[in-house]
């Protein structure tokens, strides 16, 4: 399992996995720490967000590693930069990485760095519904979901430079990156895990992906046990796959699902190696 630094699309950007703990303060805890520096709630700048969200990636990338693949990482940037351009919000960059993890669960962290497990990948059948998964985590970035909440929980004071903050104070950069990586543990709420959804399906739409794909893929989670392992987090931290269906469904359309090309570029990740 290799750490971070040789992943070429995120060597740049990232530090470390190896040097970042996977456990991280709860929301308790992360609010305690950051009500030091309330003074008002305040908006994160997209430059404050892409750099929290490259702790809470490097974050993820320590605790599960990542599979190292050019090739793959290649396709699986080509389809999420391809999804991203109809996400709304094109003015940062996003970034695209598969988790060395057989448990089934795709992660947003802030500012665009998006990330699907070999697991998820392994229930996948093709293109459509891989970029389907990517769709509805652009969705939470392009939402600000986990923005929003640090505002709404009040844990940056108004005024504050939240990258000279994280650089400065590391207990206050240990809070802002446990909260985050608290929401993708433990879910978004039911209104922003919906809104994703309901964006993930128009994304795929103007991309041109068959929208179907996306109820199909879920009709295949809502078969699997609740009690297995590798399930178990994405069932607990998400809506019932039925009704995610009940929702979506009527909104999806048909459109193209590039079966062949999936099977060429994954089926490498999904052999064991």
Do not use: W
């Amino acid at each position: 399992m290799k750490k971070l630094s040789a992943l070429a699309v995120l060597t740049a950007l990232l530090p470390a996995c190896a040097q970042l703990p996977m456990s991280a303060p709860d929301a308790a805890t992360a609010i305690t720490i950051g009500s030091k520096f309330v003074s008002a709630a305040v908006p994160m700048s997209d430059a404050e967000e892409t750099a929290l969200g490259k702790e809470v990636a490097a974050n993820l990338c320590a605790g599960f590693g990542y599979r190292d693949d050019a090739a793959a990482s290649k396709y699986i940037n080509l389809v999420g930069q391809t999804l991203a351009r109809h996400s709304g919000r094109a003015n940062i960059a996003y970034h695209f990485a598969l988790l060395d993890s057989e448990t089934v669960n795709a992660y947003a962290a802030p500012g665009g760095y998006i990330f699907v497990t070999k697991g998820a990948l392994k229930l996948m059948e093709n293109e459509a519904e891989f970029a389907a998964a990517l769709a509805h985590e652009i969705s939470h970035v392009s939402s600000r979901h986990i923005a929003k909440e640090i505002q709404k929980a009040n844990l940056v004071g108004a005024g504050t430079d939240v990258i000279a903050l994280m650089a400065k104070d590391k207990s206050q950069a240990a809070a802002l990156t446990g909260f985050s990586t608290d929401i993708l543990f433990k879910g978004y709420s039911r209104k922003d895990e919906e809104e994703a959804d309901a964006k993930a399906v128009e994304i795929l739409k103007a991309a041109g992906y068959d929208s179907v794909a996306f109820t199909n893929f879920l009709e295949r989670l809502a078969s699997q046990k609740a009690d297995e392992p590798r399930f178990m987090v994405f069932l607990k931290t998400h809506p019932r796959p039925e009704d995610r269906i009940a929702r979506i469904k009527p909104k999806t359309s048909t459109g193209r699902k590039n079966e062949a090309r999936f099977i060429n570029a994954t089926s490498k990740l999904k052999s064991p190696r």
